[in-house]
C-alpha cells in the first residue's frame, strides 16, 4: 500500500555521485527521502541547499530541503523511519588491487540497531557475486528475520555515467535482483516509481555480475582499439576510418575508440572484483588482467 499510495520513506546511504541522483528520481516522483552521509560538511552543505559534484548542478536541491522532502543527515537512527534502504557507497580497491568493501561493511552495521520488519534494503555498490548475501542476507538472517517474508533484500547496480547528457539516471534501465522472487517483486515495484524500465533477474548474485560484465566488457574492449591504435600508426593506417568502416556491420561490432586509457572510478576497478572473486573458485582471469 505504501508503494502505491507513495506514501514510503526512501533512504539512500552514500551522497555522492550516485546517491544524489538518485534522491532526485525519487523526489521528483513525490517520495519523501533521507539522506545519509558521513561526511557532516557535505550533510551541512545539503541542508543549505548547495550541491557540491559539478555535474549536478542542476539537481533543485533547495526546494527539496525547504520543503522538508528531503532529510540530509549524519544520524543512522533515523533509518528506523524508513521503508526503503539504497546504499551507494564506495567500493575501491587495497594497495594490493583487492576489493575492500569495509565501507559495505560499515553501513551494515550503523543500520543494523534500527532495521525493523516490512523493510526492503537494496544495495548499488558495485561489487563482485554473493557479497549482498554474505554481507547483508546472513546478518538480517542472525537476527531473526525471514528474507522474503518480513524483510526484503536486493542488488540493483548504480548505471551513472557522470555527464553525460543524453542519458540521465531515471532512464537508464534498473537491473533488480533480490535474495528471494518476493524480494525482486517488492524492489521493482518500489524502482518502478522513479524509473522508466526495470529489468528484474532471477538473484542476487546475477544482479552483480552484471555490473562486474559491463565493466569488463568495457575495460577489455578499451584496451583492445588502444593496442590497434598503436598498430595502425606503425603501418601508417587511419584507425578512425577503419572504425567508421567497421561501424557499417549491422551485427558483431560496436564501436569503442582510442583515447588516453582507462579513466572514472568504476572501470580501472571493478574487473578486479571479478579477478579476485574468481581466485575463490580456481579460475585465472587471464584476459581481464591482461586488458
Known sequence: KKIENKSLVVGVIGLGYVGLPLCDVFLKNGIRVIGFDIDREKIEMLKKGKIYIKHLQNIDIKSYVYSKRFIPTCDFSKVKIVDHICICVP???NK????????IKKTVKSILPYVH??????????TYPGTTI??????????GFNIGKDMFVAFSPEREDPGNKKFHTAIIPKVVGGHTKGCTEVATKI??????????VSDTRVAEMTKILENTYRGVNIALVNELKIVCQK????????????????FGFQPFYPGPGLGGHCIPIDPFYLTWKAREFEVATRFIELS
Request: charge should be negative; hydrophobic fraction near 40%.
Open 191 to 200: 524502482y518502478s516509481i522513479g524509473f522508466s524500465k526495470v529489468v528484474g
Open 134 to 143: 554474505e554481507e547483508i542476507v546472513i546478518p538480517l538472517e542472525n537476527m
Open 235 to 250: 603501418m601508417g593506417v587511419d584507425i578512425w576510418e577503419v572504425i567508421r568502416a567497421a561501424s557499417t556491420k549491422p
Open 91 to 93: 567500493t575501491p580497491l
Open 117 to 126: 520488519k516490512n523493510m526492503c534494503i537494496s544495495l548499488e555498490s558495485t
Open 96 to 103: 594490493n588491487r583487492e576489493p575492500d568493501i569495509s565501507f
